[in-house]
């Protein structure tokens, strides 16, 4: 069965950055049919696609619109986990952030969430 | 990227009667490839994290009541649920997953009358 855990703190302040690992066990982080997401919900916003990383002979990464400037997806395939780091966060990126598996084009697989705050 | 429209922005149904999502993309997301539509409905409940219920516009995930069905082609898109229980309870988004960046629906707030 598989299974994602995040992990990571809950506040973070102004212009700092927001870090959050997602642990994989039951598959591959560099599995070549799937790729791993990160995905964010706040009242104001709805559920707001992040970005993704895949491995396909090499690691590719792709992100959203809106964070593209202070995004970075890594993946660890020794450890098979995948991280999210988020720079310069201001109070408008307080969300509940969820990483996520896909496979066959299916996002069906989601970890728990986490409730980052951004406040001094 | 694709923008991703849903009406209404809430609904309120009475119990076991039919309700009634759509979701409008600014471009179409049926490939040509393989005729499918690269669209999925998510259904969100708070303190819990989404969940998949329909994928390709209209294949139901395993698990999901028949009651929940999709519909549509290019790009519009219907969600409805036959007969609502009270379990519905939700908020509901669509995504298109045609093309990167990956966009989301601004979600329907689905209440029982």
Known sequence: ?????????????????LSLTCAISG???????VAWHWIRQSPSRGLEWLGRTYYRSKW???YGVS????IIINADSSKDWFSLQLNSVTPEDTAVYYCAREMGSKVALWGQGTLVTVSS | EIVMTQSPDSVAVSLGERATINCKSSQSVLHSSNSKNFLAWFQHKPGQPPKLLIYWAS????GVPDRFSGSGSGTDFTLTISS???????????????????TF?????????
């Open chain 2, 59 to 62: 294949t139901r995930e395993s």
């Open chain 1, 67 to 70: 964070v593209r400037s202070r």
């Open chain 2, 105 to 113: 629906g601004q979600g329907t707030k689905l209440e029982i009358k």
């Open chain 1, 1 to 17: 069965q598989i299974h994602l855990q995040q992990s990571g703190p809950g506040l973070v302040k102004p212009s700092q950055t």
């Open chain 1, 60 to 62: 590719y990464n792709e």
């Open chain 1, 27 to 33: 598959d591959s982080v560099s599995g070549n049919s």
């Open chain 2, 84 to 102: 609502l229980q009270a379990e519905d309870v939700a908020v509901y988004y669509c995504q298109q997953y045609y093309s990167t960046p990956y």
